[in-house]
């Protein structure tokens, strides 16, 4: 049962049209805002993950190397002053 209603086509038509309009002035939006919101964020001091990883293990040997150093500092002046007075 099928009918020769040029009215409803043309309406179906335009509801397409419509719908597919939509939905790439949606995705431009997006898109749009993805870009602003990358642009903000690309102008903050906020550091990669490679620099924050490389900055973390610099901290890491020092702490090493101080606790090292500190070691060897305890062990001269416990050989300086073997009876502990300051």
Do not use: C
């Not at 997006?30 to 900055?55: K, T």
Request: proline share 1%; aromatic share 6%; charged share 35%.
């Amino acid at each position: 049962m099928q009918t020769d209603n040029r009215l409803f086509d043309d309406l179906v038509k335009m509801v397409n049209g419509a719908a597919g309009t939509f939905a790439g002035v949606a995705r431009e939006a997006e898109a749009g805002a993805r870009e602003r919101a990358r642009e903000w964020i690309g102008g903050l001091d906020f550091v990669s993950r490679d620099e924050f990883e490389a900055v973390k293990a610099m901290a890491v040997a020092a702490r090493d190397e101080a606790d090292a150093l500190k070691a060897r500092l305890d062990a001269l002046e416990a050989k300086l002053n073997p009876q502990g007075n300051a």
